[in-house]
């Protein structure tokens, strides 16, 4: 069965600064891989999703992810962190072959100083 | 032109007296989910439905049911609650396939005292 692990509970970054949330996912084929967000009293919204192909992966939001099958890691990045990226992120994975429905991992919450 | 529509957005109950979770959507997805989230933890799937065929969780307690009259809602049922049930409870849709994104409703947080 597939797996997803993001290390930190808490990141803390200033407004302006740069973010690298980490995912590391077990499965022993391809993954398919994911990025949500959870803003406070908000349900989860797809910021993007990886399949095939090109390993750097643009979302919504000024949000990119790189799959590294090596490092068996699915980053998320933003060049420049705003006071409203402030939120939960949840990775999650599904397997090819297995169930349709991905596992989540069990966040990371982003915290913004102005 | 909310798509996924969860209420209440806060219910509180009183341990085990029974409490019922709506969730309507107007995607017209074929598969809904039940996910209860606690804070700091995964989302974690209670059970599924495929259009009207229904998937249970393994380790979901029995305390835990769930019916689907049409495809547009779907309810959560708590027949005894209890102090650890106070969560997050979060419906999602989705078209069935792996590659096919989640669409979540803002949930309800449940409360038990």
């Known amino acids: 069965a597939q797996s997803v692990t993001q290390p930190d509970i808490h990141i803390t970054v200033s407004e302006g600064a740069s973010l690298e949330l980490r995912c590391n996912y077990s499965y022993g084929a391809t993954p398919y891989l994911f990025w949500y967000v959870q803003s406070p009293g908000q349900g989860l919204q797809l910021l993007l999703k990886y399949f095939s192909g090109d390993t750097l992966v643009q979302g919504i939001k000024g949000f990119e992810a790189e799959f590294k099958r090596s490092q068996s890691s699915f980053n998320l990045r933003k060049p420049s962190v705003h006071w409203s990226d402030a939120a939960e992120y949840f990775c999650a994975v599904g397997a090819a072959g297995g169930s349709y429905i991905p596992t989540f991992g069990r966040g990371t919450s982003l915290i913004v100083h102005p | 032109d909310a798509m996924v529509i969860q209420n209440p957005r806060y219910q509180v109950t009183q341990f085990g007296k029974p409490v019922t979770l709506s969730c309507s959507q107007t995607?017209?997805?074929?598969?809904m989910y039940w996910y209860q989230q606690k804070s700091s933890q995964a989302p974690k799937l209670l059970f599924h439905y495929y259009d009207k065929d229904f998937n249970n969780e393994a380790d979901t307690p029995d305390n835990f049911q769930s019916r689907r009259p049409n495809t547009s809602f779907c309810f959560l049922d708590i027949r005894s609650p209890g102090l650890g049930d106070a969560a997050m409870y979060l419906c999602a849709t989705s078209r069935q396939g792996i590659r096919e994104k989640l669409f979540f409703g803002s949930g309800t947080q449940l409360s038990v005292l």
């Open positions: 995607l017209n997805h074929n598969v």
